[in-house]
């Protein structure tokens, strides 16, 4: 009698599956990216500055057109004013009435 055998697949394996076989022993089957241009080294990055400029300290620096103006708040001294704020723990404010 002949031995059993598991039926052949009538068309090779997909690549999905092909894929998942791959990954499952270890393989890694991401393409890498193929990309149409070359960044030669000769072409100016977009993050280099275009001409030598000044050191930051200089660059950075804030001017007034004449001395700015401070004025002072003074606090309410009446009691009832503000409200009076009450600590409260977790539980008191979560049984209190709203």
């Known amino acids: 009698m002949a031995p059993l055998r598991s039926p052949v697949p009538p068309s090779p394996a997909s690549p999905t599956a ?18 149409a241009y070359v960044n030669s080294s ?3 990055s977009i993050l280099k500055k275009s001409s030598p400029s000044k050191p930051s300290s200089q660059r950075r620096q804030l001017s ?16 009832d004013y503000y409200g009076n704020h009450v600590k409260m723990s977790r539980d008191e404010r979560r049984w209190s009435r709203k």
């Not at 092909?18 to 990309?35: A, D, E, F, V």
């Not at 700015?68 to 003074?74: E, H």
């Open 18 to 35: 092909r894929n998942t076989r791959l990954n499952q022993r270890g393989y890694s089957t991401m393409q890498q990216p193929t990309y």
């Open 42 to 44: 000769s072409s100016r």
């Open 64 to 79: 007034f057109s004449e001395s700015p103006v401070v004025y002072s708040v003074t606090p309410i001294e009446e009691e």
